[in-house]
């Protein structure tokens, strides 16, 4: 990347501060850009799933990995439960969406309050391992919540076999006006296809591990026996181990470092798999180099920048994320390690030009809060919008999550701090109210970046892409009106 007339900024620069500036460019189609990364994690596409409580979960790490990223899971996830994340994951279908399944004796209540768990809106009746119907939200419209689903769900049922062409089952379902179809293989339901689901298993390739399983990751902290979890989330079978804090430029985080290599390296010799260390965050060149001689294959980048994070209002530390990745990522490359942007992405803009500045991928949280896919429950505002809470990591909520079984002194003092918003409402957008839809959106955007500097690749992208410096009200001038002047 390069500046605009070797414009050399006196000061660090936010993703607001800047612009890309057209190039001649060949690449004539989105469709010729491709985004699979080279840090060693298998993702096709450049996102990460931030490893935040109200939003990396089992759903969601399916959805995302099904398009080709991937979604952290927390360090405060019990191993139990990270365990069975994982196990499912893994056992999910590549191409089709997991279905939500129900009995023909199932409440209409029960059976409405399943929907929302996943994008595609319908749950499949199954009796005797046969699938006999399908129950949408339409379907249970002003009927009694005691009704059973046999009465009200439709029993004219498409259905698709596995491997079916996705054009094919496209155009039957448009024929029928069927959003979404039972996929099955040898009789047993495998899946569930939308017709969007149909187009994207067209344009997204999985992203999948040696096994051709999805891709999962998950996070460790730099307190207590590290390298026991360290050891026990590698025998789970994930596929990126986070090493994970705010403040990762400490000796804390350079002590554990080498004891997660370790059982990295312990897991890789009696495997053959090898696993990418992610650790941060961090801000500084030096700050890089510090971790990948610690043994980091990518540095995760950002402090303070996240929609949840309070760290910069409350503490005065942090540094402007375009300035960030740009600077971390130069170090990077220089000791052959890579980086992920880490928070601050708002728009598909900010993630173009994060890969631009140099990242490997972007960690998305809060955008992704918002989302039929992650974790938290969908509730309804007094306007009657739907919205799912959203809390920061280092926010009162989860400090008393992740101290739970700490003495009731100990946990009330470490409860007094706290750097992060612990409750904030993430509203779904109506035409995006899934992960998928905002997948579809940042791609998009992204790859058409990727045209206008006439590159078909992300390493491409980032050696052509040529930046600006602008002012607010060139930021401003950039932003769509929704209503005249």
Known sequence: MKFLNDQQPSYDLTYNDVFMVPARSDVTSRFDVD??????????LPLVVSNMTAVSGRRMAETIARRGGIAIIPQDIPLNVVAWTVNRVKDAHVVYDTPVTVSPSTTVGEA???????????????EDGKVVGIVTESDGADIDRFAQVS?????????????????????????????????????????????????????YEPAVDASGRLVIGAAV??????????ASLLELGID??????????????????????????????????????????????????????????????????????????????????FSAVLECAAAAQEVGAHVWADGGVRYPRDVALALAAGA??????????????????????????????????????????????????????????????????????????GVEDLV?????????????????????????????????????????LHVSW
Not at 35 to 44: C, E, F, N, R, V
Not at 176 to 198: C, F, I, N, S
Not at 370 to 398: C, H, I, N, Q, W
Request: net charge neutral; glycine share 12%.
């Open 35 to 44: 985004l699979t990364t080279a840090d060693g994690t298998g993702t096709t």
């Open 360 to 433: 490997a991928s972007v960690m998305i949280g809060s955008w992704f809060a918002g989302t039929l896919e992650s974790p938290g429950d969908l509730k309804v505002g007094l306007d009657g919008r739907p919205y799912k809470e959203s809390f920061g990591m280092a926010s009162a909520r989860a400090v008393s999550n992740r101290t739970r079984d700490a003495a009731g002194f100990e946990r009330a003092r470490m409860a007094l701090f706290e750097e992060g918003i612990s409750s904030s409402r993430m509203f779904l957008q109506p035409d995006r109210p």
């Open 240 to 321: 990126v181990l986070v090493v994970d804090t705010a403040h990762g430029h400490q000796a804390k985080m350079l002590e554990a470092l080498p004891v997660v290599v370790a059982a990295r390296d312990a897991y890789e010799k009696s495997s053959g798999h090898r696993v990418p260390l992610a650790a941060g965050n961090v801000v500084s060149a030096d700050g890089v180099r510090d971790l990948v001689a610690a043994g980091a294959d990518i540095v995760k980048v950002g402090v303070g920048p996240g929609a949840m994070c309070t760290t910069r209002m409350m503490t005065g530390v942090g540094r402007p994320q």
């Open 221 to 230: 902290g730099i307190n207590g026996d590290v390298a026991a979890k360290a």
């Open 440 to 480: 579809d959106e940042i791609v998009a955007g992204v790859r058409s970046s990727a045209t206008y500097a006439g590159a078909r690749s992300i390493p491409e992208f980032h050696e052509r892409a040529v930046v600006g410096i602008q002012s607010a009200a060139g930021y401003d001038e950039g932003q769509p």
């Open 151 to 203: 009465e009200v769900m439709t029993g004219d049922v498409l259905t698709f076999d596995a491997g079916t062409d996705p054009r094919t089952c496209f155009n039957e379902m448009s024929a029928r006006h069927m959003a979404v179809a039972p996929v099955l293989d040898g009789g047993e339901l495998v899946g569930v296809l939308t017709r969007k689901g149909a187009l994207r298993s067209t344009i």
């Open 112 to 126: 409405m309050s399943l929907l929302p768990k996943r994008a595609h809106g319908a749950a499949v009746v199954v």
